[in-house]
T-cell receptor
Framework: AQTVTQSQPEMSVQEAETVTLSCTYD???????LFWYKQPPSRQMILVIR??????QNATENRFSVNFQKAAKSFSLKISDSQLGDTAMYFC???????????FGSGTKLNVKP | NAGVTQTPKFQVLKTGQSMTLQCAQD?????MYWYRQDPGMGLRLIYY???????DKGEVPNGYNVSRLNKREFSLRLESAAPSQTSVYFC?????????????FGSGTRLTVV
């Protein structure tokens, strides 16, 4: 069975500081993709960053980067220079290659304080 | 604009009433999905359709039925609504192919069953 665990239900960070959101997952498959999605109060789901499991290099997208540890099945999201607009729910997810079905964690609510 | 359109955005039902949530995508994708989002539980897959004419159960299918009317449309029906079905419902479609996988989500339907 595939599972995704986000152990931090809620986190806070001061504006301009750095915060790391944790995610672990479990799968016996070797080929998969990992994602972080952001859901602001508007409810819209927005892709933040994507990582291919076969790549050792950690993905980065501007202020967002991941720490992907495949052996440990860990996929954390680091947000640098936090902004008020980063306030949202963040979901970790993965999809098995060619299975077209996502598995989501329960989410971490991030509050960026001015 | 290309995307996933869900209707309605909000709905209040009485216990025992029925309704259909509509979803349409204009990206010519094969796969479509229905999720429900509950606090502390992330997104859980209700049903999915890998292609026109096929549907499969996800993690929480009880109390729901689906119809893949054509390639564009995938509807979710509640035959006899129950308070436990109070949730936010998302329709999604898979974007791209490896390595550019991603989900495109609709804007969600907030359903309250009283």
């Amino acid at each position: 069975a595939q599972t995704v665990t986000q152990s931090q239900p809620e986190m806070s960070v001061q504006e301009a500081e750095t915060v790391t959101l944790s995610c672990t997952y479990d799968t016996s498959e070797n080929n998969y993709y990992l994602f972080w999605y952001k859901q602001p109060p508007s409810r819209q789901m927005i892709l933040v960053i994507r990582q291919e499991a076969y790549k050792q290099q950690n993905a980065t997208e501007n202020r967002f980067s991941v720490n992907f540890q495949k052996a440990a099945k860990s996929f954390s999201l680091k947000i640098s220079d936090s902004q008020l607009g980063d306030t949202a729910m963040y979901f970790c997810a993965f999809i098995l290659y060619n299975f077209n079905k996502f598995y989501f964690g329960s989410g971490t609510k991030l509050n960026v304080k001015p | 604009n290309a995307g996933v359109t869900q209707t309605p955005k909000f709905q209040v039902l009485k216990t025992g009433q029925s309704m259909t949530l509509q979803c349409a995508q204009d990206m010519n994708h094969n796969s479509m999905y229905w999720y429900r989002q509950d606090p502390g539980m992330g997104l859980r897959l209700i049903y999915y359709s890998a292609s026109e004419g096929t549907t499969d159960k996800g993690e929480v299918p009880n109390g729901y039925n689906v119809s893949r009317l054509n390639k564009r449309e995938f509807s979710l029906r509640l035959e006899s609504a129950a308070p436990s079905q109070t949730s936010v419902y998302f329709c999604a479609t898979v974007t791209g192919a490896p390595p550019n996988y991603g989900y495109t989500f609709g804007s969600g339907t907030r359903l309250t069953v009283v």
